[in-house]
Structure formats: C-alpha cells, structure tokens
T-cell receptor
Framework: GAVVSQHPSRVICKSGTSVKIECRSL??????MFWYRQFPKQSLMLMAT?????????EQGVEKDKFLINHASLTLSTLTVTSAHPEDSSFYIC?????????FGQGTRLTVV | GDSVTQMEGPVTLSEEAFLTINCTYT??????LFWYVQYPGEGLQLLLK?????DKGSNKGFEATYRKETTSFHLEKGSVQVSDSAVYFC????????????FGQGTRLTINP
C-alpha cells in the first residue's frame, strides 16, 4: 500500500515557540491531506483538510492562525503550531488520500513545557 | 452531527480467545464504515471496511458487518494472537470513500500468550 511519512515522531518544545510537523506521501501524489489531533483516551478529531495549492479548510473551533497548514506540493503538507502552549500538547496525525483510501502517518507526539 | 462510539478499553485476552470490540455510529445518509489498527510506533492502517448495509468486511481473520438496523459495526475475530495486540479504531466517512473520517476513541487490545 501507499506510504505516508510523518516527521518528527516526538517533539518537546518550550511554551511560546513554534513547531513544524511534516507529512509526506512517499510513493504517490496527494492533492488532499488531512490533519487530526488526538487527546488522551479520546477520538482522533479532524482539524483541517489540506488542499495542494490552495488554502486549508479548517473544522469548526480550530484556530487557523494558531495551526498553520501549508500544502505546497503534491507530496508534502506541513502543520505549524504557532506560539505553542501546554494545552497544545497532543498527538497529531496526518493522512493522505490515494484513490478511495486514506493512508496515515505514524503520528507526532507534541509536548509543550 | 456524525459520531462513533467504541467499546472502552483496555481489553486484555489470552491467545486463541474470541474477540469482539463493539462499535456503534450515528450518521445521516449512508456512510462508509471502517476499522483501522495502529501497531506500536506505526501509523493507522486500514483493517477492513464496508460501504453499504449488510456488507461484511474481512481481513487477517477479522470481520465486521455493517448493520444499519442497529447502527453497528462490531469487530470480531475467532482466535486472537499475540501479534494482534494494538489499538483499534472504528470510523465512518459521511460521504463514503476516503474523505474526512469520524473516529471512535480507540480500543487498546493486549493479547497475552
């Protein structure tokens, strides 16, 4: 199956700094990627839909100025958590659509201290 | 809105035991239903899916039947193995295909030898 690589797998950052997470489709082109967030013992919640060459579509309640998404090429989408705070600590997962199936990255564990 | 409710974990079983993980959903229209599995340190992988009522998805000995009358998609396996230890997510796609997914909270399964 198709492979999606997410980097980094774990990151610890200081409060107030920004963190960038990359999501790459390694062997296919993805015009659409999705970013999810998972709190402990809760569901994965869709944050935004990333569209190559255009602005991302954010879900209700997600701050677009805080979670910056860039999908500049058909194989790369990035999520930047700006001015991170401890409440942003979470597990972030991306997925990329290939035909009728979604392929997921390994996820990124973000800890803001 | 659309939602998925999964059996809470963690679930611990002995090898060769019978497994059921319950999943019920709420959706308008005719969603597609999925089970994803996440092994330690890896991304989510599609385990099986069903796109319409009474469809049965199956893979690696796991099965789930799309029951519209009970709005359920329970995951079953007749004889589990240690290698089945993972986190299992039930999900739906409101519009079918690989569009944005609505997930349950995940069930951690541990199989003891």
């Amino acid at each position: 199956g198709a492979v999606v690589s997410q980097h980094p797998s774990r990151v610890i950052c200081k409060s107030g700094t920004s963190v960038k997470i990359e999501c790459r489709s390694l062997d296919f082109q993805a015009t659409t990627m999705f970013w999810y967030r998972q709190f402990p013992k809760q569901s994965l919640m869709l944050m935004a839909t990333s569209n190559e060459g255009s602005k991302a579509t954010y879900e209700q309640g997600v701050e677009k100025d805080k979670f910056l998404i860039n999908h500049a090429s058909l194989t790369l989408s990035t999520l930047t958590v700006t001015s991170a705070h401890p409440e942003d600590s979470s597990f972030y997962i991306c997925s990329a659509k290939a035909n009728t199936e979604a392929f997921f990255g390994q996820g990124t564990r973000l800890t803001v201290v | 809105g659309d939602s998925v409710t999964q059996m809470e974990g963690p679930v611990t079983l002995s090898e060769e035991a019978f497994l059921t993980i319950n999943c019920t959903y709420t959706a308008t229209g005719y969603p597609s239903l999925f089970w994803y599995v996440q092994y330690p340190g890896e991304g989510l992988q599609l385990l099986l899916k069903a796109t319409k009522a009474d469809d049965k998805g199956s893979n690696k000995g796991f099965e789930a039947t799309y029951r519209k009358e009970t709005t359920s998609f329970h995951l079953e396996k007749g004889s589990v193995q240690v290698s089945d230890s993972a986190v299992y997510f039930c999900a739906l796609s409101p519009s079918g295909g690989a569009q944005k997914l609505v997930f349950g909270q995940g069930t951690r399964l541990t199989i003891n030898p």
